[in-house]
């Protein structure tokens, strides 16, 4: 599985759209764009992926760049319950059942 | 609620006793996993069972030695703990070729060794 780099904390005003980059230059073309995040003491929560194009669900959006070598995960309004760690996790999603986890960005949202 | 539930939430033991950590999944789901979170946050994967077979087996210590009865089922019994075994425990469960709502995790089980 593809390599992916996230900066390690970010802050956001609540309220406000919060911006996780992602980058995955060394992404392959069957690897899928997932990202979890990580809420204190809880256990990891699925939020959204994708292959090359945008996605959007009840939780975010997800923006993928044409060449596929990085992303963005967007929350749109985000609120205090937003606060967690945000990974990144680039996987093959037929055959390779593997989810690795890197370090991720820990997101504070500030009120 | 569909979910998957592990038990026990806490578990505080002596070095040296042997434990077991049980998971359930009611998601229909055919794989299961366990991953383990140490001091440092990080997140490693264990073991995987596909169909209450195992598929992936992460170069964990024989003393670690999952068993899966059902595809409904993963439980996790350690023998002869050590204070290195601390940490959390997540059970989880996905549908291979079905990756529309990724992994769902458990809340984990978190262990103490003394």
């Known amino acids: 599985d593809a390599k992916t780099t996230q900066p390690p904390s970010m802050d956001c005003a609540e309220g406000r759209a919060a911006n996780l980059p992602c980058n995955h230059s060394?992404?392959?073309?069957?690897?899928?764009v997932y990202w979890y995040r990580q809420i204190h003491s809880q256990g990891p929560q699925y939020i959204i992926h994708?292959?090359?194009n945008n996605e959007t669900n009840e939780m975010a959006s997800l923006i993928i760049t044409e060449d596929r070598k990085s992303s963005t995960l967007i929350l749109p309004h985000a609120t205090l319950r937003d606060t967690a760690v945000y990974y990144c996790?680039?996987?093959?999603?037929?055959?390779?059942?593997?989810?690795?986890f890197g370090t991720g960005t820990r997101l504070t949202i500030i009120p | 609620d569909t979910a998957v539930s592990q038990t026990p939430k806490y578990l505080v033991t002596q070095m040296g006793n042997d434990k077991s950590i049980k998971c359930e999944q009611n998601?229909?789901?055919?794989?299961m996993y366990w991953y383990k979170q140490d001091s440092k946050k990080f997140l490693k994967i264990m073991f995987s069972?596909?169909?209450?077979?195992?598929?992936i087996n992460e170069t964990v210590p024989n003393r670690f030695s999952p068993k899966s009865p059902d595809k409904a089922h993963l439980n996790l019994h350690i023998n002869s703990l050590e204070l290195g075994d601390s940490a959390v425990y997540f059970c989880?469960?996905?549908?291979?070729?079905?990756?529309?709502?990724?992994?769902?995790f458990g809340s984990g089980t978190r262990l103490t060794v003394v």
């Open positions: 069972y596909n169909n209450k077979e195992l598929i």
């Open positions: 996790i680039v996987r093959v999603s037929f055959g390779n059942e593997k989810l690795t």
């Open positions: 989880a469960s996905s549908q291979r070729g079905q990756h529309n709502y990724g992994y769902t």
């Open positions: 060394t992404i392959s073309g069957n690897e899928y």
């Open positions: 994708g292959l090359k």
């Open positions: 998601l229909g789901h055919d794989t």
